[in-house]
């Protein structure tokens, strides 16, 4: 018996922003962030909406698509970054969007590895016996991170006004990071299946000495309190990241978790049909891929539309490629991520 992937659904909100609408608010170009990340455009939320939200649009579909319904759910795994609330977490709000009754849910919080240790935790329940369909969601909402009060509304047609040449150098401090993100969600229906498919082997990652490389600094509970008007006015609540250290272990870490999950299944890389990473800068999935010594087409991607969607990034793919018609019976394929913790890994599945 096998865990099996049985429905897929996605979520991405209407405001589509390309890089030359960003160029309108700080010091950018469309030929600057597509050099350093192949991002074209990506995804704004609603204002007032949030991943709970995408993510209630997103179960539905893959609920529909496996062919059950809301009732049918036994547990939910709710991966993301960005909870609507500090507490409760998004998955008891999720359950009661959907009507899923009093089943348990598992918020965790890997970052860009969420549905990666989604998948683990989701083949661990399926495997003992104790749940027998579980959906596991990611998805993220990052534009609150971002300076709103700065011009940002008029990217999603809020507002009209020309921003200040103080607005834009404020916001061109913050480029590096704002550029890259979008919003977005995808989620996944599980059951146990007899026969080859479903996901194999599995190998998780964690190394917090390397936590400093991407953080958070600011709304903190270490704090008191916990978060203040200097920490918003001096950026402490945006990530922060290391942009080369953060390449280095993306390029270097996920190919030997791919080889680590390959070795263990008895297969070569080669022997591979597709391997879904990360959507996190374009250079880093082409780092990836020729570390791997595989074929562009063999590493498919939608970061130049979608941006880095976090935890949401993997269902979205993975969706898109069943879409496509280019997840078909009998193929491998690996999952692979790294986020901030550091966490990694990667995940086999048989189609």
Same mark, same amino acid.
């Given at each position: ?115 990666? +240790? ?12 104790? +749940? ?173 539309? +979608? ?41 086999? +599945?048989?189609?």
């Amino acid at each position: 018996m096998r865990s099996v992937i049985t429905g897929t659904g996605v979520s991405l909100p209407p405001h589509v922003v390309t890089n030359e609408a960003l160029s309108r608010l700080m010091d950018t170009s469309d030929e600057w962030i597509r050099v350093r990340s192949g991002i074209q455009e990506r995804r704004y939320a609603e204002p007032g909406q949030g991943s709970t939200d995408l993510g209630v649009i997103a179960a539905r579909h893959a609920i529909a698509d496996a062919g059950l319904s809301p009732t049918d759910i036994d547990a939910v795994v709710f991966a993301t970054m960005t909870p609507d609330h500090v507490l409760p977490g998004n998955g008891p709000l999720l359950q009661t969007a959907l009507g899923l009754g009093d089943i348990p849910t598992f918020d965790i919080r890997q970052q860009c590895s969420g549905f990666l +240790y989604g998948l683990e935790l989701a083949d661990l329940f399926i495997q003992s016996g104790r +749940y027998r369909r579980v959906l596991l969601v990611g998805a993220e909402v990052h534009t609150p991170f971002m300076p709103w009060h700065l011009g940002w509304d008029t990217l999603i047609g809020q507002s009209t006004r020309d921003i200040t040449e103080a607005e834009r150098a404020e916001n061109t401090l913050s480029r590096d990071r704002t550029v890259l993100f979008g919003d977005g969600a995808g989620a996944v229906v599980i059951e146990p299946r007899e026969g080859g498919a479903g996901l194999g082997t599995i190998r998780l990652h964690t190394d917090g000495t390397g936590a400093g490389v991407l953080t958070m600094l600011g709304a903190s509970f270490k704090r008191r309190p916990f978060v203040t008007h200097e920490q918003i006015q001096s950026g402490e609540t945006l990530p922060v990241m290391s942009g080369k250290e953060v390449f280095k272990a993306a390029v270097t870490l996920m190919p030997q978790a791919v080889r680590e999950v390959c070795g263990a299944s008895g297969l070569a890389v080669e022997d591979l049909d597709l391997v879904l990473v990360h959507q996190a800068n374009l250079r880093i999935i082409e780092g990836v891929q020729k570390a791997l010594g595989l074929p562009p087409e063999k590493v498919p991607h939608n970061i130049e539309r +979608y941006g880095n969607t976090t935890a949401a990034t993997l269902p979205i793919l993975f969706h898109e490629c069943r879409a496509q018609g280019l997840v078909r019976p009998g193929m491998n394929l690996v999952f692979t991520a790294l986020g901030s913790g550091l966490h990694w890994g990667a995940a086999l +599945y048989r189609t």
